[in-house]
C-alpha cells in the first residue's frame, strides 16, 4: 500500500510547492498516508515534503495536433495513391495478356479455314473478329493509361 501511494505521489506532476503528509501506523502495521492529523491509537509520523520540480503539465497545442493530422493524411494519401498506381498498371498489364490469348485462340482458330469460298468467308469473318478484339483491348489500355498518367501526376505534384 505504501509503495502505490509513494508511486502515485511520483507519477503526479508537481508544482513548485511545501506541504506536509501525515504517515499513520496502525497496530498491525498497515501505513496510511493523508493530510489529516492521525486517528488516536496510530504511530503519526509527519514527512514535510518539499518540491521544486517544473510542472510537467502540458499545454495544449492544437496546431501541433493539426501538424501530426495533416501529415498522417497526407502519408495516407500517398499510400493510397501508390497503391492505385500498382492497381492500374496491372490492368494494363491484364488488358494485354488478355488481348494476346483471344488473339492467339482466334489466329489458331483461322488457321482451321478451308482453302474454299466457305474458308475464305470463315477467316474473312474472324479477321474481323480479331480487329474488334484489338480495338476493345486497345480502347481498354488507352483508358488505363490515361488515368496513369493523371494518378502518375498527382504523385509529383505531392
Known sequence: M????LLLLSLTPFVAQAGSVNVCTD??????FQSMPCA???KAD?????????????????????????KMRADNERRQLDRDIRRT?????DYRNKMQRELSLLRKKKSFANNNL???EWENSISTEMQAVTSKYSTLIASEESKLANLRQQAISN
Do not use: L, M
Open 118 to 120: 466457305a474458308g475464305a
Open 2 to 5: 505504501r509503495q502505490a501511494i
Open 46 to 70: 509527519v514527512k514535510i515534503i518539499e518540491t521544486t520540480a517544473p510542472s510537467t503539465h502540458t499545454v495544449y497545442d492544437p496546431s501541433a495536433k493539426t501538424a501530426a493530422y495533416n
Open 89 to 93: 498498371e496491372n490492368k494494363i498489364v
Open 40 to 42: 488516536q491509537g496510530t
Open 27 to 32: 497496530a498491525d502495521g498497515n501505513k496510511t
